[in-house]
């Protein structure tokens, strides 16, 4: 069964730097997603992305986070300058509609020094 | 703005025992979409099931079925047969349908209730 594959599984970094998030969302679905859950607390929408642009975003998604697809399997997030506060799971979702289910992948913890 | 309110933190359930996971939520509008994920200690949120709001007939993937009370914007998960993989963190989650108005698909997710299944 397809299934979205996000790497890394746990990613570590000094407050500051620059992180790049990486997942494959399933072959052929068409909107992609980014979801934040810090640690004890509920998934948290971050930014949806279509046609090669963002379709939406939260206020969550600010200047320091930017999204690329670089070709036709990966789906990145980037956070330029981590804070403490970035620390959380970072969830991929993707589906083949707007209003299809959409699946997650299995998560990028990531921990901020 | 929807929100979703799943009230019981935690529960507990005996192996081959039915549990059944509360969920409310608030909303105005008629045509949307409620989900069940589970987030085992693995951590990746999986589907459990899916609702369509027009429809009147609750929603059954094997042991889960949904109780789904419209007017009373109730969406319940039971549990049958509980079994120990069954331990995991669940989330509902509200998703509007904006067909219509061309507005958002971004569902809106539940604090979560921990189950944990006992042997």
């Known amino acids: 069964e397809p299934e979205v594959t996000q790497t890394p599984s746990h990613q570590v970094t000094q407050m500051g730097q620059e992180v790049i998030l990486r997942c494959v969302p399933i072959?052929?679905?068409?909107?992609f997603y980014w979801y934040r859950q810090i640690l004890g607390q509920k998934v948290e929408f971050l930014v949806s992305f279509y046609n090669n642009e963002i379709s939406e975003k939260s206020e969550i998604f600010d200047d320091q986070f930017s999204v690329e697809r670089p070709d036709g399997s990966n789906f990145t997030l980037k956070i330029r300058s981590t804070k403490l506060e970035d620390s959380a799971m970072y969830f991929c979702?993707?589906?083949?509609?707007?209003?299809?289910?959409?699946?997650f992948g299995p998560g990028t913890r990531l921990t901020v020094l | 703005a929807q929100t979703v309110t799943q009230s019981q933190p935690e529960m507990s359930v005996q192996e081959a025992e039915t549990v059944t996971l509360s969920c409310t939520y608030d909303t105005s509008e008629n045509n949307y979409y409620l989900f069940w994920y589970k987030q085992p200690p693995s951590r990746q949120m999986i589907l459990v099931i899916r609702?369509?709001?027009?429809?009147?007939q609750n929603a059954t993937e094997n042991r889960f079925s949904v109780n789904f009370q419209k007017a009373a914007k109730s969406f319940s998960l039971k549990i049958s047969d509980s079994q120990l993989g069954d331990t995991a963190m669940y989330f509902c989650a509200f998703m509007f349908d904006s067909r219509a108005s061309g507005g958002s698909y971004i569902p809106t997710f539940g604090r979560g209730t921990s189950l944990i299944v006992h042997p």
């Open positions: 072959s052929n679905h068409l909107y």
């Open positions: 979702a993707s589906s083949d509609s707007q209003s299809d289910t959409q699946y």
């Open positions: 609702q369509e709001a027009y429809k009147q």
